[in-house]
């Protein structure tokens, strides 16, 4: 694994780790010690703790999640579903969701 980004890594670990859940996108958390990775196959989100390479929580979100970011503090993480035309919103301290809002058609991307 050498030569890879530690997002690349990470991806790589849950791969092994969850045969069957199929890793869309990964971000670290402000504080560089939790990963977030959205799974568009089982439609959840995935809490991984960076120095132990466990899983710490698996949250179900909407149909087909595309992409994760987390706010600079750390306290939400926003998820797009495609499939469900909605966001999900996380929070950080509970793993929990805290709401889902419609969108309009086809949510991708966070800038």
């Known amino acids: 694994m050498s030569g890879m980004s530690p997002r690349e890594r990470i991806l790589m670990t849950m791969?092994?780790?969850t045969p069957d859940r199929v890793p869309r996108e990964a971000v670290f958390t402000p504080d560089g010690h939790s990963v977030l990775v959205v799974n568009r196959d089982t439609n959840n989100?995935?809490?991984?703790?960076?120095?132990?390479?466990?899983?710490?929580?698996?949250?179900?979100?909407?149909d087909l999640p595309i992409d994760v970011a987390v706010t600079p503090n750390g306290q939400y993480a926003v998820v797009p579903n495609l499939g469900s035309d909605s966001?999900?919103?996380?929070?950080?301290?509970?793993?929990?969701v805290l709401a889902a809002v419609r969108t309009r058609n086809n949510p991708s991307t966070l800038l």
């Open 15 to 17: 791969r092994r780790q």
């Open 45 to 62: 989100l995935v809490i991984f703790d960076a120095d132990s390479r466990s899983v710490t929580a698996t949250i179900p979100v909407g």
């Open 87 to 96: 966001v999900s919103i996380i929070d950080g301290a509970g793993d929990s």
